[in-house]
């Protein structure tokens, strides 16, 4: 059986913690997109662990944490991770790496520096971790993979990308890169990693043959995917369902549950359309009861309502059979609360959302109000439970997006949520 988790807006959603639910009696954990541009974070016990590539079910013993080929690896930061989860007690022996995932290099983090500098004012808001150009050039078929570190090939396949590197960084005036020096420090986590390095598409289809249970982890989420996006204000993979069978090596078939993410109220880091936004004193609020902090960039979220016709696609496009809700005590802690239930398009109401930049700037969220102050719920375990603002909230949520609840989340810790 294979489940999978994606976020349904624009990252930052909580998935962790659905993931560390799911994973708790899965055999395998796998991440399927993206790289240490994003991060999970779980609380446990009272330890907040942050991870941004290695799958959260590392934490569960007898979990295999996969990542998988659709992932791009910066090894340093790899290590670094694998390191944390010792010091806090717990084992990496049963973490996979594809040896079809792309390695980040360092002339990779360089050239996403200098593109993004060279956009001006027409900034993506990246994370500046070489994602962009690690993709760019998988898909000029002169990406180096981490299966390449075991190969005799490495050491021709480093210089002759440096030398093509520095061509470019030459030309705009940058520091050049000692092909040999890169050469030494890979062939350092090359050690390292040698014994998780595997064809992790075969390791997941014998699961799969055994009825295993497999938990598919996305990184982003739905309004940042490269084809279905606010494009070209999103990310350069495919965080939507359709990543998890190029980025894993599942077939469509295979997949039973898709849970997308959201919280009860909405956030964005980086530039692009955000029509709920608030740039005013309760997206400040929201931010600070939230802790609306980017995990990888530490940088403050752009907060504002939760958008019903922006989570309609993210149903729609990703064929969601069930939605996490998260933050609802957060929400909770408000006077009033607003819920975005449609568009008005130069008069046109309607729940029509588009990733086109004029078309969303050229409309008005419609709003809905709804009371708040739910008080303390952290230790519901129902939702029949729940306080009546917070269950009229949920219905409506429910009822406009096109899927059920199957999961709030009621506080930080991994206990503080209602599964349906």
């Given at each position: 059986m294979v489940n999978v988790v994606l976020g349904g807006f624009y990252g930052d959603e909580g998935k962790g913690k659905i993931i560390d639910y799911l994973a708790a009696d899965a055999d395998i954990t796998v991440r399927y997109s993206g790289g240490n541009n994003a991060g999970h974070t779980i609380i446990v016990d009272g330890v907040k662990f942050a991870f941004h590539l290695i799958p959260s079910g590392i934490l569960n013993k007898g979990t295999k944490a996969v990542i998988g080929n659709g992932v791009v690896v910066d090894p340093k930061v790899l290590i670094e991770e694998m390191k944390v989860v010792e010091e806090n007690g717990y084992s990496v022996e049963n973490l996979c790496i594809?040896?079809?995932?792309?390695?980040?290099?360092?002339?990779?983090?360089?050239?996403?520096?200098?593109l993004e500098e060279l956009r001006g004012n027409g900034k993506i808001g990246t994370t500046v971790r070489g994602i962009g150009p690690t993709y760019c050039d998988k898909y000029e078929r002169s990406g180096i993979r981490v299966g390449d570190l075991l190969s005799s090939k490495f050491e021709d396949k480093v210089r002759e990308n440096v030398a093509r590197k520095n061509d470019i960084f030459r030309l705009y005036g940058r520091e050049e890169f000692d092909a040999e020096?890169?050469?030494?420090?890979?062939?350092?986590?090359?050690?390292?990693?040698?014994?998780?390095?595997?064809?992790?598409?075969?390791?997941l289809h014998n699961a799969i043959s055994e009825d295993k249970k497999i938990v598919c982890e996305g990184a982003q989420a739905t309004l940042l995917d490269i084809d279905h996006g606010s494009y070209p204000f999103v990310t350069s993979s495919s965080p939507c369902v359709g990543g998890v069978c190029t980025g894993t090596g599942i077939g469509a078939k295979y997949l039973n549950e898709v849970y997308g993410v959201v919280k009860a109220y909405s956030s964005r880091v980086g530039e692009g359309p955000y029509i709920t936004e608030q740039k005013n004193e309760i997206g400040d609020t929201i931010r600070e009861l939230g802790h609306e902090y980017g995990t990888t960039t530490k940088r403050p979220r752009r907060c504002g309502w939760l958008d019903a016709v922006a989570l309609r696609y993210a149903v729609m496009i990703n064929g969601l059979t069930g939605i996490a809700i998260n933050h609802l005590d957060t929400i909770g802690k408000l006077d009033k609360i607003k819920l975005c239930v449609a568009y008005n398009h130069k008069g046109d109401v309607n729940m029509d959302f588009s990733t086109d930049q004029e078309y969303i700037d050229e409309c008005e969220p419609v709003y809905e109000e709804f009371d708040g102050n739910f008080g303390d719920i952290?230790?519901?375990?129902?939702?029949?439970d729940l306080p009546e603002n917070a269950k009229k909230y949920l219905d409506r949520i429910e009822e406009l997006a096109g899927a059920p609840i199957k999961f709030i989340g009621t506080g930080a810790g991994r206990e503080n949520m209602i599964v349906e």
């Open positions: 594809s040896n079809k995932a792309h390695l980040i290099m360092p002339y990779h983090i360089a050239m996403d520096r200098l020096e890169i050469i030494k420090e890979y062939k350092g986590y090359a050690e390292i990693l040698k014994p998780y390095i595997m064809d992790t598409v075969i390791l952290s230790n519901v375990k129902s939702r029949k």
